[in-house]
């Protein structure tokens, strides 16, 4: 596969792409994000019909977010984008592969990367641009800090659903937390349930803590 230099004018949309959609706030993070770090991989082009033109099979979006630099006067249109070139055959496959085999950053480790950068007095506006994503992502994962590290160890062992992990951030009380995580049976683990136990410190019925005196099942 050969590297080569191409200005931004010089690149069109591949009609072989085959993601077609493309989200305007997606593409104005990603602009962001490439204004502070730069295009931080190769775009992957094949050779256009039209002479010293070329289509962009995989980085559509990269190429999207050049654009709207342009656009802002950020960079010239002549602007240097490196690129790999590879034989039109193989452009619906690379474009296929790029889209399906990607995989988006774990949200913990996004949240422990995001920590890191505001612990350095970074802002949050900031810190989107860095990682060309949105400033509702964002704060939605250095929300995560409210959460207790075992629930979060949970999470990575893939134990309990993102959806249940961010039902813990309505409270900072870790040990409280995982009372009400181990208190709730396995079938009961619902966000909502999750939520309504630690708003109104509401003690499962499983959880080991309750005790039943005499005969008549009183707590």
């Not at 422990?112 to 950068?117: Q, T, V």
């Amino acid at each position: 596969m050969t590297t080569i230099i191409i200005e931004l004018n010089k690149l069109d949309a591949d009609p072989k792409n085959v993601r077609k959609t493309y989200s305007a706030d997606s593409i104005a993070a990603l602009a962001a994000s490439i204004k502070v770090n730069g295009v931080l991989q190769n775009l992957v082009v094949r050779t256009a019909e039209k002479k010293g033109r070329y289509f962009v099979t995989a980085g559509e979006r990269r190429r999207r977010a050049l654009l709207l630099l342009l656009e802002q006067g950020e960079i010239q249109k002549n602007h240097a984008v490196e690129c790999k070139v590879r034989d039109s055959e193989d452009a619906t496959e690379i474009s296929l592969t790029e889209n399906v085999m990607r995989e988006d950053m774990h949200p913990v480790d996004a949240y422990e990367a995001f920590s890191a950068l505001a612990d350095e007095g970074k802002a949050i506006p900031d810190i989107a641009a860095r990682f060309g994503t949105t400033e509702i992502i964002v704060r939605r994962r250095l929300a995560l800090a409210k959460v207790s590290p075992k629930l979060l160890d949970l999470y990575r062992k893939e134990e309990m659903t993102f959806e249940q992990l961010s039902a813990f951030t309505v409270s900072d009380d870790h040990e409280r937390q995982e009372q009400v995580w181990n208190g709730l049976s396995t079938w009961d683990r619902h966000a909502s349930r999750i939520k309504s136990n630690l708003l109104t410190d509401e003690v499962a019925s499983t959880d080991r803590r309750v005790k039943f005196v005499g005969g008549a099942g009183c707590l």
